[in-house]
């Protein structure tokens, strides 16, 4: 019988609350993941969001339910430290209201899946007698990465050298999540990163958007000793199989997309031909290498979709400006899953995001990698080293990746010999990553596991 059928025989409704925090590359993957659950026949699944998001959106949004957290605040502050305490104490105050107001309703409350960085929602959740989920929205690696340096901090010497850790490839400096060394930066995103390693005692669940071919190595070091699940990826089954129809929206954009643009320019171009470029929603390049990457897109030679959010246009060169018209489009936001699977696209310059980086791989786009901070530097080496469907850009002894290395790197990607094997190998893991979610695959089985433990109160 199908985990839905025993869910109506029992009659043990469920409803799921989730929990993300409100930043794009956390709300994609939570709300792809939240579809996922109310398509396998949870009752009820709910958002949880800020009102400052949920105030454009309809009460549900296909398959799920949105819930808002009032605020006071026109928006929430626009730095990361003081938005994640803001948040803290947001959530902090209305969970409770929240919980109970829900199960009112014919569902009540069992679970709470929450951003794996909220690390002090585990405590809410068990004190509100709901399971509690963790949902980490970064690579299994990476909090491996987070896991041992914790743990073994006193054997880890953070002098420079190469740091050898169970069931993860031999790291440099420059491989390691950034807030590793720099430690004045974000000191509260830092100490929330570093505190997930709570989830991993506390937790009832780890989700991870990963899937286990990917990273089997960490995965299979990780799961006899604490309840994970790789759940991933989390993108629309339509977009790994164009035989499929599914629900085409993907996540919630917190930019306003220039769709029709991008996809009447992309229509217009050859197979292969176009480099698209983005940093995602976060990163922020200085002047001086805005000016490098422009420069060096236009001397790649190649076309190329650049996406430059609004707040970061004011440090394009006028060069540039005058020149881009003849190879190039720039847009705010785009439609990034459309345009990665875009005939036109062969190569994805990026500061490789964790949901980018899972993203290329699953449409099978080759890379080039230009990390800039958190666990982009990690994201970069596997793309690079372990799964080798990328190149890694080399920064310069100023700190600053040049406009020569920018367009070689991408020449290599487009038109050398090496960009075939890259090619070869992206569609490897997009065969892969769509095995994971079809029907029966790790991911899916994953989920149907955690539907089942909910149903007979197991873990
Ligand atoms: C950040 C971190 O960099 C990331 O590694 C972490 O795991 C989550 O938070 P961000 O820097 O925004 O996220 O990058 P990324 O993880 O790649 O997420 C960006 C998301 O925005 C992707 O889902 C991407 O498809 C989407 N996007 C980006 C668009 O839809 N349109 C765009 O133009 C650019």
Known sequence: KSIVQKMEEKSNKSHILVLPIPVQGHINPMVQFSKRLASKGVNKVTLVTIYSISKNMPKESGLINIESIPHDDESPPQNIDPMLEWFHLLVSKNLTKIVEKLSDSEYPVKVLVFDSMATWAIDLAHQLGLKGAAFFTQSCSLSAIYYHMDLEATKVSLDGSDVSLPSLPLLAKEDLPSLI?????????????FSQNINFKKADWLFFNTFNALEKEVVDWIRPRY???TIGPTIPSMYLDKRLKDDKEYGLSLFKPNSETCMKWLDSKEIDSVVYVSFGSLASLDEQQMEELALGL????????WVVRATEENKLPEEFMSKLSEKGLMVNWCPQLDVLAHRAVGCFFTHSGWNSTLEALSLGVPMVTMPQWSDQPTNAKFISDVWQT??????????????DEIASSIREVMEEEKGIMLKENAMKWKKLAKEAVDEGGSSDKNIEEFLSNLLNNTK
């Open 227 to 229: 309840p994970i699940k």
């Open 390 to 403: 990328g190149v890694r850009v080399n920064v310069g002894e100023n700190g600053v990746v040049n406009r």
């Open 181 to 193: 060394y720099d430690t004045d930066l974000y000191p509260t995103l830092r100490g929330l990163i």
């Open 298 to 305: 236009i001397m790649s030679k190649c076309y190329f979709l």
